[in-house]
């Protein structure tokens, strides 16, 4: 199916890609252009809004959809390590100090009840987004990510978009068979990096050496093939429905005006 990633906490571009070629589910069958602007939606209410109950609704409807689409929970927890690590570095800084009632103290920083809720719709809102971004990912044809990219960036960004996706594979590979080497000859990551890291140094940097050796042999055969700076996928991409179009329609207009007037969840409030 997949080589495997070097690491359980990086998102696997092989089983992204397996997932988006063999899925038969209906989140699969969802019309590209409608999941791109549900993200787009998904990603202005996580922005917009100020209920941490709005955003941990978001969350759970992101989940819902995950699994509804036959994705493995078990390697979404994983990746979703590093941007939770990410957010709370941040919150280190910035949860102290908030206004609301003390809850803990260390000397003069002082932990509130608003800090927590700060964290978590932090927290919330990129779980949220990273969530929906893999089912995107994982639910949706190469060849239709790749048209959408043509479409939507202006040239020469959609080439460097659609060349730096497939020359990640190749990267991953390298780094995962060098890894691979140094187990079976007892070695460890963290422990040889740790004893002997000049040495360690120069196995990574002559890695990345390999693989822009190899992504320039990749485009000079591009080359001989006729590329001229310009990858067109021939393949066309479905168009959404009007049904499709106008469901699209009404959830911006719903969000738009829930901003506008101040419903409940996008006021000046956290909670």
């Given at each position: ?75 979404l927890a994983r990746w979703s390590t590093v941007p ?61 990510l790749a048209r959408m990219a043509s479409i939507l ?107 506008l007037t101040g419903q409940p969840g996008f006021g000046?409030?956290?909670?």
């Open positions: 199916m997949h080589r495997g990633s070097f690491s359980g906490h990086i998102p696997d571009p092989h089983l992204i890609t397996f997932h988006a070629e063999r899925g038969g589910t209906f989140v699969h069958r969802i019309d590209p252009w409608v999941k791109a602007a549900a993200l787009a939606w998904l990603v202005l209410l996580v922005t917009l809004a100020r209920s941490t109950w709005l955003l941990l609704s978001a969350y759970a409807l992101t989940i819902i959809v995950y699994r509804a689409a036959g994705l493995p929970l078990r390697e939770a690590l990410f957010v709370l570095s941040l919150l280190l800084i910035l949860v102290w100090g908030e206004p609301g009632r003390p809850l803990l103290g260390f000397g003069g920083l002082v932990l509130t009840d608003g800090g927590l809720l700060l964290a978590l719709s932090l927290l919330f809102r990129a779980l949220t987004t990273v969530t929906f971004t893999l089912t995107l990912l994982m639910t949706t044809r190469y060849s239709h960036l202006p040239n020469p960004i959609d080439q460097v978009c659609l060349l730096s996706y497939r020359f990640l594979l190749t990267t991953t590979d390298m780094i995962g068979d060098l890894l691979v080497a140094l187990r079976s000859r007892g070695g460890g990551l963290a422990r040889g990096i740790a004893t002997r890291s000049r040495l360690f140094a120069a196995i990574f940097g002559l890695s990345f050496i390999r693989a822009y050796d190899r992504a320039e042999r990749v485009g000079r055969a591009m080359e001989a093939r006729g590329y001229r700076g310009r990858l067109t996928p021939l393949e066309p991409i479905p168009r959404p429905g009007p049904v499709e179009t106008f469901a699209v329609g009404i959830a911006f207009l719903g969000l738009f005006m829930a901003v000046g409030g956290a909670a």
